[in-house]
């Protein structure tokens, strides 16, 4: 799995964010380097939206089977990604539980579009599959977000 580490979301601004290195470092720490790699891929690729990352990396890994993990807080956001509909339909994806969100995830409008294309979630393991397919993970949610991480370092409350 591969963490990546974002440059910059052009959804959010710059400001309060930890520059790239701090934050690569940190999610270095989460990961073990083998199963589990944090890569700053986005800035090396010098892309800026997702679907250009993905694009990219399929055309790089022709044949690396991807499957895209996002959390059910980022599945609500979606419709307002760049080319969010051709990037779901372009690799398969799994969807991980948000305290808060996964209720009114599963009832919005990027899973209204991929209704047609959900798996149940024992199919998890063959996901990798020729796309558009997906599924929503039932697993213990974890309520740590990264702007709780900030506000915690920075001595403040989100």
Known sequence: MWLLVSPGNPLKPQRG???LPQRLASARRIADGRR???TAVEAALGT???FDTLRLLLRRFPRVRFVWLMGADIMRQLPRWRRWRAMLRGIPFAVLPRPGYNRAALREQAAQVMRHHRRRERAAPTL???PP?????HAAEN???ATAIRASRKGTVP
Do not use: E, H, N, Q
């Open 36 to 38: 589990i790699v944090a």
């Open 128 to 130: 990798a599959g020729d």
């Open 17 to 19: 964010m930890a520059p």
């Open 133 to 137: 397919a997906w599924v929503f993970l």
């Open 48 to 50: 800026r939206y997702t």
């Open 143 to 145: 309520p740590i977000s």
